[in-house]
């Protein structure tokens, strides 16, 4: 039985294919499209998932979309006429994603290059169900409470309930307009961040400031009896419409936060003017509200369900400070698991399972245990478009080359390492990744300077062997997703500098040989050489797209000026 999942009317646009319930392959429209974020039908990541499964349109049983044109439509349509009386006009866009709906089936049929079958069958999975079934149904838990935690998805911001074997009861949510997810963008936004997926800065910012504007966080986020409210008075998407569109394939989003927020934390800074100490301090005391309010939630939603392990998904549970505090007494969970492709995009893999799961009763597969999913490319291709790129290589086996390789970054060069599958999820873990030595602090200033130009403050991550992690971290977990953040152990802030935060964690990524066999590998070459079992990983990319073919791999690469290329089993050295 051949599902596809789709993403199509949210940002990150993608697709996934489950075969007899086993995910074979998923990728976001934006590897192919180049396009940050892609929005809109993924016409591209569609047919290279059934490409790769060898599957054509006509073999398909399902196509399940992450969003429902049926879901709260009674509160939707109350929405559209409260909104209607006040300002007199009606809110366009809740009219054209209608329109959308109508067309989407046909796109993706398009989409498809090819006949479908007559018996093909066509699911709308409401969009939190989705995120949920991303997390529960990828999980190793046969009963977990389940939870999601966005900006917006089918008129709702957050919902949980509880997974058991195939099924889900999801009747918890909170409904527009109130959301963690909008909180925290319109935070973003306000701080001089406009594009759609800035929130990470925010977060990376937080710990260089003190929340001294908590008093403010507590008046504009508020607890209450159904979770949390934002108060209207900050915001402007309840009492205006904020436009929500997609230009040239990216999502945009229009300014969420008011007039009134400005005067409550301060004025909105421009992207162009430098970050100060306000602009810390707002980041930090959002952050602070943000953990203050998911923890307590968390914690009802563990006394409610009475399950001991949470699977969780949503953008919001890309916040790896949140996800850090997660088990433990503060929530009284003692396992989680938080799906790697925790934004829209893991909603194609979600609504696929779904249906799969849920609806069809299929049993379970086993969990999900890597992201490796996308694209991958033969060293005879990598080959030619080095070839036509007109540079030189090296052909070497694992061994020589990781042991060149770790040789390179103990230098203190900067590689660009490519090989496998690409990864899916905004995470690049290995397989597409920039990778340094982590014990040279000047790395951070470097790299955020002249390879990936982007901003001073921001952190990178650290990718360490499973097997060591508890020695360079206050942690036993394996974390493979890099989604937790562990403390440094003191004895050994020294000696990860570039990838230790202003507040003395990291962002782990643990590896093991069964996952990665040659991103391990090359770690315990660079292990072999300095005593250090850890990388410094970023995603291999220049404020675009991560790459995905060996082309974009080879321009990337001599654009962001790296001094080493490993494409596969070549190497390619600069000098
Ligand atoms: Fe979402």
């Known amino acids: 039985m051949l599902i596809l999942g789709v993403n199509a009317m949210h940002a990150d646009a993608s697709a996934a294919l489950l075969v007899d319930g086993r995910l074979v392959a998923a990728v976001e429209e934006e590897r192919f499209t180049r396009i940050k974020h892609a929005s809109g039908t993924p016409v591209e990541a ?32 109350g929405h559209v006429l409260v909104h209607a009386a006040r300002t007199r006009h009606l809110p366009l866009q809740r009219l054209t994603a209608r329109r959308r709906f109508l067309s989407l089936d046909e796109e ?22 989705a995120h949920i079934s991303s997390a529960f149904y990828a999980s190793e838990f ?40 909008y909180f925290y963008t319109a935070v973003t936004q306000l701080l001089g961040f406009p594009n759609y997926g800035d929130e990470y800065k925010v977060m990376g910012l937080a710990p260089y400031g003190s929340p ?53 934390l301060g004025p909105a800074r421009l992207a162009s003017e430098p970050i100060d100490e306000r602009h810390r301090d707002v980041a930090a005391s959002a952050q602070a509200r943000l953990e203050e309010v998911i923890l307590p939630l968390l914690a009802r939603v563990r006394a409610s369900t009475g399950m001991p392990a949470l699977c969780l998904a949503g953008g919001v549970a890309l916040n790896v400070t949140v996800n850090s505090r997660i088990i433990g007494a503060e929530t009284g969970f003692d396992a989680v698991f938080i799906q790697p492709a925790a934004s829209d995009a893991g909603t194609s893999l979600g ?17 999900m245990r890597d992201v490796y999913l996308g694209p991958s490319f033969s060293s005879e291709q990598c080959r030619d478009a080095l070839e036509q790129a007109g540079l030189g290589y ?14 390179y970054i103990a230098e203190g060069r900067i590689i660009g390492w490519f090989q496998g599958s690409m990864e899916f999820g905004p995470r690049a873990l290995g397989n597409r990744s920039i990778v340094c030595d982590p014990r040279r602090s000047e790395m951070k200033d470097v790299l955020n300077a002249r390879t990936k130009r982007r901003e001073a403050f921001r952190p990178f991550a ?13 942690t036993d977990g394996v974390s493979p997703f890099m989604l937790t953040a562990p403390r440094v152990r003191p004895e050994w802030r020294d000696r990860l500098g570039a990838v230790t935060h202003v507040d003395g964690t990291g962002r782990i990524q643990t590896v093991d040989r069964e996952r990665n066999e040659r991103y391990w590998q090359l770690i315990s070459a660079f292990e072999a050489l300095t005593g250090v079992p850890a990388l410094l990983n970023t995603s291999f990319n220049e404020n675009e ?31």
């Open 142 to 181: 046969d009963e977990a409470a389940v939870c999601s935690i966005d900006g917006l998805g089918d008129f709702v911001s957050m919902a949980w309930g509880t997974g058991r074997d195939r099924r889900l009861d999801v009747s918890n949510r909170v409904f527009f307009p109130h959301s963690l997810g």
């Open 351 to 367: 609504a696929a399972m779904h249906v799969a799961h849920h609806q069809l009763g299929a049993a379970r597969a086993a969990p």
């Open 212 to 264: 001294r504007y908590l008093p403010e966080m507590r008046r504009v986020l508020r607890a209450s009896d159904e979770g949390f409210r934002l108060d209207q008075r900050y915001f402007r998407h309840e009492r205006e419409e904020v436009e929500w569109r997609v230009d040239g394939g990216a999502p945009v989003i229009g300014t969420l936060y008011s007039q009134e927020l400005t005067e409550l």
């Open 462 to 474: 650290p990718s360490v062997l499973t097997e060591r992690v508890a020695e360079l971290y206050e």
């Open 108 to 129: 993706i049929r398009a989409a498809l290059g090819g006949p479908v079958s007559s018996e093909l069958r066509t699911h709308y999975v409401e969009h939190h169900p």
């Open 394 to 407: 090296e052909r070497l086996d694992l061994k020589s080359l990781c042991r060149r390789t770790a040789g």
């Open 545 to 575: 797209p991560i790459v995905c073919t060996p082309k974009e791999a080879i321009a990337c690469f001599l654009r962001a000026d790296m001094d080493v290329l490993v494409l596969e089993d070549l190497l390619v050295s600069r000098n």
């Open 46 to 77: 569609i047919r290279w998932v059934l490409e790769h499964a060898g599957a054509k349109a006509a073999d398909l049983d399902h196509v399940a979309f992450s969003k429902s044109p049926h879901a709260h439509r009674a509160r939707r349509a």
